[in-house]
């Protein structure tokens, strides 16, 4: 093995320069180089890329973001190209596999979510040889117990929501906070869980506004008049639709959500008579400095990445088993997302706790 090739595609996350630091460290002692394509597979379609090597990674264990860039909206497939002053789709897909070639590159470590490891598991349908690695604040990634960034983005949420948990207090408020995580509920849950949230509304377990008023009215009962409602951006009335915040044209998942906070918070003000105010977290879940655990399960990846390409083991993505560190087909990941259980433990725990979901 002399050369490998990595790129950072999707949403970015905190931990993602971790892990390109444990590649390029882990790649360097086996004397193998190391090209990193911009942008995600955006570099690769355009061949934008630079030679990563100990160098480059100096000092980037820490740092949020991603010293390749990453794209959400480029699918080589079905790129965007403007042409004439028109935008046209194409697909490009050759043209990437082409540069792939030209670098003479015996593997590529695509470091994703689902959407960039739908369009890696495309390319290895074509023959293209690829290593995954598991990214996205959202933890919805099959295969694996948890993708990197999640953790942060839960310390991140948490944080938020005990913040509000002050003002809410002072003010005798319902406090609304949308989280993201697309379609699963995980960071809602789990953050919920840890700032001591009443109220978590998830897409997994579609809500009644009826059975959240009565709990807000049962902590009013009980002298406790503030309650603080956590809102996954998936989530969804029993009797309604997800609510759609744009529609991003070419990108592997097109679709972006947003917005079900303003209408839970507007809603509830008007049935309960509580002043409501709503938060919206957004980016800032996916930004700063990734916490320790994510900067070890980072590095873990990186280096499980490099020994899966020297073992030969492609088409397979590193993931987290209980502790150990594993690997799974990318074929498998991408059948199906990873959504919360709505009677599994983490919920059940939930409920024991007083948290009520709406239902
Ligand atoms: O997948 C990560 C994520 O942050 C989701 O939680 C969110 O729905 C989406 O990306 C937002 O995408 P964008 O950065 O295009 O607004």
Redesign the pocket.
Known sequence: MKRIGVLTG??D?PGLNAVLRAIVKTADEHQIEVIGFRDGFRGVVLNHYLRLTPKEVVGILIKGGTILGSS??DNPFHFRIEKDGETQYADLSDQAIRHLEQHELDCLIVIG?DGTLSCAHDFIKKGVKIIGVPK???NDLSGTDLTFGFMTAIDTATDAIEKLHTTAESHHRIMVLEV???NAGWIALQAGIAGGADVVLIPEIPFCLDQVVQKIMERKNRGRHFSIIVVA?GARPQDGEQVVKRI?EGSPEPV???GIGGKVASDLEAMTGFETRVTVLG?L??GGKPSAFDRILASRYGVAAVQLALEGKFGMMTSLQGWEIGAVPIAEVVKELKTVPPEGELVKTARSIGISFGV
């Open positions: 999707g949403g996350c959400n909206r979510g996205t604040i959202d993201m995580g697309r951006e991003v972006r959500l947003g980016h879940q996916r």
